[in-house]
């Protein structure tokens, strides 16, 4: 779904909830970005969040998501938060 979203208008799609909240790790990136990551990487910054920011972005709103499975976005942080889970 993602992959068929993307065009070369876009260096990567990304999905956003409602609040304009962006789930870059599950996001689709084009080869395109690789020379922008590489770049983030040299200057030791891992943040998703700002390399989202310096790319050309799809936003994918969720409600276009509505036969995806919202357990795709949930944040586990411990096993604990997983053995909790209902998946």
Known sequence: YL???ISSDYTAVVPVHD?????PLCAV????SLKTIEKQIWKEDYKLMNLLNT????????DEWDRFDMNYF????S???L???SI
């Open 3 to 5: 992959i068929n979203a």
């Open 29 to 32: 990136y084009s080869r395109n």
């Open 79 to 81: 096993p604990k938060d």
């Open 74 to 77: 949930r944040n586990f942080n």
């Open 19 to 23: 609040d304009n909240k962006l789930e």
């Open 55 to 62: 790319i050309n972005i799809k936003k994918l709103i969720m």
């Open 83 to 85: 053995i909790n889970s």
